[in-house]
């Protein structure tokens, strides 16, 4: 059967089965955005921005001088956010917010792609020699009533991996969190890499490595831990690797690029998690945005046939918000794996395993979670909770992204030792729909308040609009209206880490604006001076 067919047809089958569900995103694809809040409104004013600073800077000559500060990691200690350079493409074909609902069914296709190449890669290089597919009786097509074994398993496996509950908790807004394919990819071609070393495909893992730092550096981070859990699981594969002259110069080229096009950039964000900086917000936040220990088992609540039995009783009281606190498995895929994971190769059953361990105790936190009370239970995580780095990790649940890739590949192994029948396959992966069911998927009207058209005729050049500095879906949408009027918004509390300290300081002292934040009760850092501890008289007097 002809290869790129059959990787066709495997593409087709992820494209359609995400279209049904995440119905209805694909109905509203240039009207509605996909995801709830605030988050989708901030990210498509970053396209926007970022687009018209490059535009800006290349018009005036400044090309070099922003290049400096975008990529090079010039400037002053601060907050980098590269995801949206990746999918620049799409906003200029398409434009908004189709760009934004374009990337986010894009994740769910790539996700199941993703783990079907390095599900089925790492099966027929650690297991038996069993035939990987079976086609139809011409040879030229795909017969998806016949497909069998590691192939099957694969897709399968696919299937799991792109629509975990925590890849659906991330796209209500995580713009770079919700993007999952990266990190399977990733593995598959350093996997593909330590079999036959080549120069090309070192350059192309160091791109999908710099494409998932720009997307999302907390992944990046745990990404390197993976890194060395595989390299010692894999140990006799790295050694042969090395002793290659082609393995080791291209490594070498590959950690050059990385360091220019990955850690670069990141460097003043690296200098501003170093310590005793803004990122650092305490170990309480630490605690909030855990995973709580039943969360692996508890279904989320947009479940459409059980998943609001179960948060009455048990999500809701998980700590953080609902995208950090779910991260579902499965029950039906849970009890299969504990039942049938004998036939499971040893040293792959040890390596996944020891890989979803270790990530789970890590995405639970510092403190042991169950049902939102946080018990006196220490956890490994407390040890380096305060190390440099690992101090700006607010959200540690997102190690949880790791656990979803070992139990995509363990599952693969199950279903490739336990399913020899078409028709098995079939009701594995109903059932597997059926868990992860998300219909229908969250969605907002992408319409844009005509206030915003009326301030482009107003005088001024600045806008003091009052929800934007305490609400935060608000002022996120505010940060869009700003492209729209061109006036500059004062106080917007979306970008609150995005300015500097200054000015920062200017705004909050603007008289009124000081005053609607006293009211402030809720957020990230509740023991900031500035909005908390206030004396009410002193500050209506200033």
């Known amino acids: 059967m002809n290869r790129v067919k059959r990787h066709l047809w495997v593409i087709g089958i992820y494209a359609v089965l995400t279209l049904v569900m995440t119905w209805p995103?694909?109905?509203?694809?240039?009207?509605?955005?996909?995801?709830?809040?605030?988050?989708?409104?901030?990210?498509?004013?970053?396209?926007?921005?970022?687009?018209?600073?490059?535009?800006?800077?290349?018009?005036e000559g400044e090309f070099r001088a922003y290049a400096a500060s975008e990529w090079g990691g010039g400037g002053e200690a601060r907050l980098v956010?590269?995801?949206?350079?990746?999918?620049?493409?799409?906003?200029?074909?398409?434009?908004?917010?189709?760009?934004y609902n374009l990337v986010w069914l894009l994740t769910y296709v790539l996700s199941g792609y993703g783990a079907y190449l390095l599900v089925?890669?790492?099966?027929?290089d650690n297991g038996d020699k069993e035939a990987e597919l079976v086609s139809d009786e011409d040879g030229e097509g795909f017969n998806i009533k016949r497909f069998a074994g590691e192939?099957?398993?694969?897709?399968?496996?696919?299937?799991?991996?792109?629509?975990?509950?925590?890849?659906?908790?991330?796209?209500l807004g995580h713009f770079g969190a919700m993007q999952t394919q990266w990190i399977p990819l990733i593995i598959w071609l350093m996997w593909d890499i330590l079999k036959r070393p080549g120069l090309k495909k070192m350059a192309g893992l160091a791109a999908l490595v710099t494409i998932q730092v720009w997307s999302e550096h907390h992944y990046a981070l745990w990404l390197v831990w993976l890194g060395i859990i595989l390299i010692i699981g894999y140990r006799k594969e790295v050694g042969i690797f090395w002793q290659s002259r082609r393995g080791r110069w291209?490594?070498?080229?590959?950690?050059?690029?990385?360091?220019?096009?990955?850690?670069?950039?990141?460097?003043?964000?690296?200098?501003?998690?170093?310590?005793?900086?803004?990122?650092?917000?305490?170990?309480?936040?630490?605690?909030?945005?855990?995973?709580d220990l039943l969360s692996y088992v508890v279904p989320p609540k947009w479940q459409p046939m059980w998943g609001n039995f179960f948060d009455y009783w048990l999500g809701q009281h998980f700590t953080g918000n609902a995208a950090e606190a779910t991260a579902y498995l499965g029950i039906s895929l849970v009890l299969l794996v504990i039942f049938f994971h004998q036939r499971v190769p040893k040293r792959e059953l040890k390596i996944w395993v020891t890989i979803l361990?270790?990530?789970?105790?890590?995405?639970?936190?510092?403190?042991?979670?169950?049902?939102?009370?946080?018990?006196?239970?220490?956890?490994?995580?407390a040890i380096i909770q305060d190390w440099p780095i690992f101090s700006a990790v607010r959200t540690v649940s997102r190690a949880g992204v790791m656990v979803g890739l070992a139990w995509a590949v363990l599952l693969g192994w199950v279903f490739k030792t336990q399913f020899r029948k078409w028709w098995t396959w079939w009701v594995m992966g109903g059932i597997i729909l059926i868990e992860f069911a998300m219909v229908p998927a969250a969605t907002q009207s992408a319409a844009v308040p005509e206030v915003y058209e009326w301030a482009v005729g107003q005088g001024g050049r600045a806008v003091i609009e009052l929800p934007a500095a305490t609400n935060y879906t608000i002022a996120s949408r505010g940060l869009v209206g700003e492209r729209i009027h061109g006036k500059e918004v004062v106080g917007n509390n979306a970008l609150e880490r995005a300015k500097g300290s200054e000015k920062l300081k200017e705004i909050r002292s603007l008289p009124a604006l000081r005053q609607v934040l006293w009211l402030r009760t809720t957020?990230?850092?509740?023991?900031?001076?500035?909005?908390?501890?206030?004396d009410f008289i002193s500050t209506w007097s200033e």
Not at 154 to 159: D, R, Y
Not at 259 to 274: E, M, Q, S
Request: proline share 6%; no cysteine; net charge neutral.
């Open 523 to 534: 957020h990230l850092l509740e023991d900031r001076d500035e909005f908390f501890g206030q």
């Open 357 to 381: 361990g270790i990530f789970g105790l890590i995405s639970l936190g510092p403190k042991l979670h169950l049902v939102g009370w946080v018990t006196g239970v220490p956890l490994p995580y």
């Open 120 to 124: 089925g890669r790492v099966m027929r």
């Open 250 to 291: 291209g490594a070498l080229m590959m950690a050059v690029i990385l360091a220019v096009t990955a850690v670069l950039p990141y460097w003043p964000t690296v200098r501003l998690a170093g310590g005793g900086s803004s990122l650092e917000l305490g170990g309480g936040q630490v605690t909030r945005f855990s995973t």
């Open 151 to 171: 192939e099957g398993a694969a897709i399968l496996a696919g299937v799991v991996y792109m629509f975990l509950p925590f890849h659906a908790a991330h796209s």
């Open 81 to 99: 956010n590269l995801s949206v350079w990746p999918w620049m493409w799409l906003w200029v074909m398409f434009g908004q917010p189709t760009a």
């Open 25 to 59: 995103v694909a109905a509203g694809l240039t009207t509605s955005l996909a995801g709830s809040g605030g988050d989708p409104w901030q990210t498509m004013w970053r396209f926007d921005d970022k687009l018209t600073g490059l535009t800006t800077a290349i018009n």
